[in-house]
């Protein structure tokens, strides 16, 4: 969101104001700061290893108290988090109009991902306009019955932050062996926990110990269901480095020096093709399918010994590897935020909740 965040600052005729639920409040932290964008309002809703009824449950009453306050005309919204859910409903409830950034999403699977596939349905369902980031995501949302006129395709603006990011992003901040090449891995889903996180670890300690000349970066979510079986499965391989979660920016550089990534993240699957670096996806399914019709993005799901074929054939096999290593982007362009910004100008200037 920072990318529409700063267009709309250079724009005379709206005036913009920032709420954080800091749902993820570490997160959130660093990448306000990098962009320099400061919250006009924080809600600061985040309690350690909160449910889902829980937060939701703040999130209507503080996200009700924010919008008899603040009266807006309009408010966006992005992505597929219980935020996101949370504040379409309750503009929903108030008849302010939701412009949902990165709209029509689907896998079609109501429980993968979990809970991020409802949100996003519950979020279409209730928004006025919808920043589709490819054709695809436009023709889920015709399918799912929304008006073509309301339907905008943008570009993703992970894209542009990317974009602007990439530039400057040399420095992962976390020692390694920069003499071996990287794999990177993520992994924190909610569908995962359990034996599935455990199937991960197992692939990612095999591989370790299969490819003493590799290097393994794994940057672990604070969740306890991630966080103490990656530490008590992969804390002693002398070639796995675990660490707390990167701020964005190195996080961008370990991408860049990445010979190829392990993840079950939304976003990587959007950035690292950019980048050109190929990507195994940890799910069965994705929302995101353009990359994975590119053949730059692989599901592997969370078995182990498919995980370890398909990495260790990337380790191996060169022309599998170049195949998958080819900067394909087809989530946009970097000029998302600059599209958004003008759609909304022309749907605020001619609607009743204009200005």
Known sequence: MAPV???F????WAEVRVLATAQHRQILDQVVEFFGIQPDIDLNIMQPNQSLSSLTSRLLVELERVLESEKPDAVLVQGDTTTVMAMSLACFYRRIPVG???AGLRTWDISSPFPEEANRVIAGKLSTWHFAPTEGSRN???KDG????AIFVTGNTVIDALMITAQRANDIGVDIDRDKPLILVTSHRRENFGAPFESICRAIAKLADENTGMQFLYPVHPNPNIRDVAYATLGSKPNIVLCDPLDYEPFVAAMKRAKFIITDSGGVQEEAPALGKP???LRDETERPEAVEEGVVMLVGAECDRIVEAAQRLIDDPTFYKSMARGVS???DGKAAERIVN???GQLLKSKHGL
């Open 5 to 7: 965040i700063k267009a």
């Open 330 to 332: 087809p989530y946009g």
């Open 279 to 281: 990507v195994l996806v």
């Open 100 to 102: 949902h950034v990165e």
């Open 140 to 142: 889920n949302l015709l």
């Open 343 to 345: 759609a909304m100008r």
């Open 9 to 12: 600052q250079q724009e005379d």
């Open 146 to 149: 929304i008006a073509d006129d």
